[in-house]
């Protein structure tokens, strides 16, 4: 796989983690791992425990550029809470079952990103008024406008609410892109949850790779 690399706009409270996956067959053919699928319980042991302190400042951090993040537009990671807590978390495949397990429990939203859909360079920035993109199937869109969100080559396609259906994991997926959205002072959690994420991704015989995150005034370039 080609190296990466995701500039990042400034911002006072985003930190992020980010990683490829690379998986030794189609998604379609790689099953989840057992410690992946048994994590999607609210009540599964995980080496890292919910905290609501989490939840307040992640919504902080959406906040910052104007967006909302509540009712329908609130945190990926709030909507697994509760799907777990009514039984409706099930499986999906081994990249977002491991992303699931692992956003549940750390409280922190997590973007998968179908690298054979997407397209460089990759960059984090809050979206413009006025932009948005389909996030299902169904061609239901969501208003864009202040969220902070990953952009590839041909626009906006991940955030931490709900990530593009353009570029969305499939059974022919081969290779992914995971960012892990997390608020500044929680940095040991977010190191954690990337350890943890990774494993459950690698127990799948999947490999994975940091990859390199510079904010745009890096003087490092």
Not at 64 to 79: L, Q
Not at 147 to 156: A, N, Y
Not at 164 to 171: E, F, I, L, W
Request: hydrophobic share 40%; with cysteine; net charge neutral.
């Amino acid at each position: 796989m080609p190296e990466l690399s995701l500039r990042i706009d400034p911002h006072p409270l985003l930190q992020v983690a980010v990683f490829t996956t690379s998986f030794a067959a189609r998604l379609g053919d790689t099953p989840s791992s057992a410690a992946a699928l048994d994590a999607l319980r609210l009540d599964a042991p995980a080496p890292i425990q919910r905290d609501e302190a989490v939840r307040g400042a992640v919504r902080d951090l959406l906040r910052v550029g104007g967006y909302k993040p509540t009712g329908r537009g609130k945190p990926a990671s709030e909507y697994l809470v509760r799907a777990a807590a009514e039984g409706t978390l099930g499986s999906i495949n081994a990249a977002v079952d491991a992303c699931n397990a692992v956003s549940l429990h750390s409280g922190f939203p997590i973007s998968v990103i179908d690298l054979g859909r997407a397209s460089a360079p990759f960059r984090i920035a809050v979206a413009p008024d006025g932009t948005s993109y389909v996030f299902n199937a169904s061609r239901q869109e969501i208003d864009l406008g202040g969220l902070l969100c990953v952009f590839d080559g041909e626009g906006p396609c991940a955030n931490a609410v709900r990530d593009s259906q353009r570029t969305k994991t499939h059974d022919d997926t081969r290779s992914t892109l995971s960012v892990i959205w997390a608020p500044r002072g929680f940095e040991q959690r977010l190191g954690a949850a990337e350890r943890w994420y990774r494993q459950l991704l690698e127990t799948s015989g999947a490999t994975t790779e940091r990859v390199a995150a510079a904010a745009m005034d890096d003087p490092r370039g």
